[in-house]
């Protein structure tokens, strides 16, 4: 069974850093591009962020110079690393993977940036 569970959520501070993991189980991660989105109370799915095989990343504007993803194939996960957060950024964020058979995503893990 293919499975992806995000995790490394929870409450920061305004400009304080959090690490999401998106951990895959079933499939080997190492073979897809993984996408990173987030949705915020009321508002429509954003993308975040790309990780390709290869480890080439792409990030929104919105994003960019402040979160990082990389991967860790020997733990078949990958991390979306999150700093100088700002309260726009809550949200519950997502890992998205894009197979031949089907499109898989995580259960979300919730970001709140606030003082």
């Known amino acids: 069974q293919v499975q992806f569970v995000e995790s490394g959520g929870g409450l920061v501070q305004p400009g304080g850093s959090l690490r999401l993991s998106c951990a895959a189980s079933g499939i080997s991660i190492s073979l897809y591009a993984v996408e990173w989105y987030r949705q915020a109370p009321g508002k429509q799915r954003e993308w975040v962020a790309r990780?390709?095989?290869?480890?080439?990343?792409n990030y929104a504007d919105s994003v960019k110079g402040r979160f990082t993803s990389s991967r860790d194939s020997a733990k078949n996960t990958v991390y979306l690393q999150m700093n100088s957060l700002k309260p726009e950024d809550t949200a519950v964020y997502y890992c998205?993977?894009?197979?031949?058979?089907?499109?898989?995503w995580g259960q979300g893990t919730q970001v709140t940036v606030s003082s």
């Open positions: 990780i390709s095989r290869g480890g080439n990343t």
């Open positions: 998205n993977v894009d197979t031949i058979i089907r499109s898989y």
